[in-house]
């Protein structure tokens, strides 16, 4: 039977091709692309095909979002329906304001989860609501079937190199049951290829990687741009002893295991721990930043209790995951402990759960500290 | 689908009557008004009948008509010389809160470069308080603006009074009318207007077309620079088959103007008497009795107007929730915000406006659909 799905469609070649399988199963594709304001015309798919760009606020006053009018392009050509929604004031408090806070807490967030839970997969699907749509497509690289349990269930996408699962670890089941990822059987290259045949304007648009909000994923800009009124000021670098070794130019925006852009001499030394009561930055030796264990928070299980026995866990987008087990705590904290050292995990970011296949998405938490 | 297109004031379809002469003119003469030669000449006669026919419907001379791009132009025209009338002095321009972006933006752009600009507040009703106005004029008062009926909520402002203020305070005074053309009798001769700007695609002619009357004697220094077309007044070649299309459209608007707007009134109240006898707590925007026949503006608390605008269109309902240049950018309405609609309830506002060819069984379908419509989207914000 023909339904009415709601297309997340962010104006790149993902969303693009997502729409055109929806309308190609024989259902009505609307289009709706996000105008998120600040950062990004191009917020509705997380992760990969968000955009690096940042357009001044003047240049894309009345349609004049760069991206929409490409979504707009590839809906004309799909003959569906496509607006463009202002989302601009939710964006700002459930992803930027968060964002910037997190840095000045000295951790280092993850914002595409948070757009993926609030943005996408709650304004939107009431907005599916409002137009008497199924659900809400995305063009996201996940798969959602039958879990054991009968239930649904998250699974990674064919294409691994593609996954975004770390970034829908905490949508709940009765979302997922509106939700659907076409692209999750599909590798890039055959998306590509189904851009090219039907002839979308986005077919060949470059590949753009990190969070929309941060041009070149320069994180220390986006955050002097997103709070003019807190500048950035010098403070010491040293090691966890406090043995002064250095000075920084602003301790926030560093991450744990960062190299780059410390300046010190006698290296190499890594960013361990950004504390920013002190403005301080503490550095170390590799194999200090080396973790057995991570404590996590809000930990959210998609099958309703914490997985038993051997699993596998990722602490960061594209991480290669690890053998570990979980111990849940109380208030929804929980210790997962790695069966091998996991590099420089930081605080802020999201560690995702898999099976012990490696394959289904069993839940994950927020990364409070790590354990050696 | 049963589609109903009920968004004349975002653009109003071409009227039969301008479709077979513009046909005509782009088919047989495609002449340059100023070349010598007969081609010329029968182009330059095309031309001067549609001038004739804009300047009749608005009661003055054909040479009082400067054929435009559009309405942008127009205002943006008479904007800019009246800063620029200034010669170096202070200048004053006053304008109103609910006016087009034409306006409003240009008076920014002008502001940056110095001038005084004063931009009225409405009251509720969406019409200026005329003491308010007369207040705001000032010896080095440049020019006034106020357009004549509002794109968004059909407000008509009471321009013979404004103007009349104005002219006693030796203001130029300029209206952006063009959601009036076609729609109110506008007799220009018997007031003191010195300049009102018109679009021909509002009332069935073309787009990028439009007009600006220049009160006989008033000066009007050119936007652009390279032509004696238009009297000196705007250089480039002209429009003409579109500007036959535009006095094709007036005539044709004129000759019925009496009995559409009986019948738009006619048509807008049945479908307000139809929403409020089904969503009783619906909020109309804007003094009825001050408002265009064929608009009407309704805000749905707890509803979103740009979801109820989308939820329409997927059951072939055009309507708008504002100006249509908004449309995919969506901030809240500044027309309503000037009003003192609150934020929440102006961004739940839609606007029906219509024209020639809707009937009432367009307007029944709207009244079957709206109702269901309108409870999807509140209870998808509630959820």
Redesign the interface.
Known sequence: MSE?WLVAMSGGVDSSVAAALVARAGHEA?GVTM?LGEGSSRGTSAGESMSGDVVPRSA??????PD?EDARDVARTLGI?H????YRDEFRSAVIEPFVAEYKAGRTPIPCIACNRVLKFDLLL???????ARGVATGHYARIAQAPDGGLGLFRPRDREKDQTYFLFDLPRATLARVAFPLGELEKAQVRALARELGLVTADKPESQGICFVPDGDVRAALTRLQPASAPAPGPITTADGEELGTHGGAVGYTPGQRRGLGLSGGPWYVREVRPAENRLVVDRAPALEARSVRLREASWLDGAAPEGEIRAAVRHRHKSVSARVEPGADGSAELHFAEPVWAPAPGQAAVLYDAADDRVLGGGWITGAGT | MNEVYLDYNATAPLRPEALSEMTDVLAHAHGNPSSTHGFGATARAALARARKQVAEALGVAADSIVFTSGATEANNTVLRQAAHSARGRDAHLVSCATEHPSVLEELRALAAEGCRVTILPVERDGRLDLARFEAALTPGTRLASVMWANNETGVIQPIAELARLAAARGVPFHSDAVQALGKLPLALAGLPLDFVSFSAHKLGGPKGVGALYVRPGAELVPLLRGGSQEKGRRPGTENVPGIVGFGAACAAAGAELELAHARNERLRERLWDGIRASLPDAQRNGAPEHTLAHTLNVSFAGASGEALVESLDLEGIAVATGAACHAGSTEPSHVLSAMGVPRELGASAIRFSFGPGIDEAAIARVLEVLPRVVARVRQARAA
């Not at chain 1, 894309?60 to 979002?65: A, R």
């Open positions: 009415r609307v105008d894309k006053k009345c349609c004049g979002l929409a329906r607006y463009t929604a202002n009431r907005r599916a609501d409002a137009l008497g």
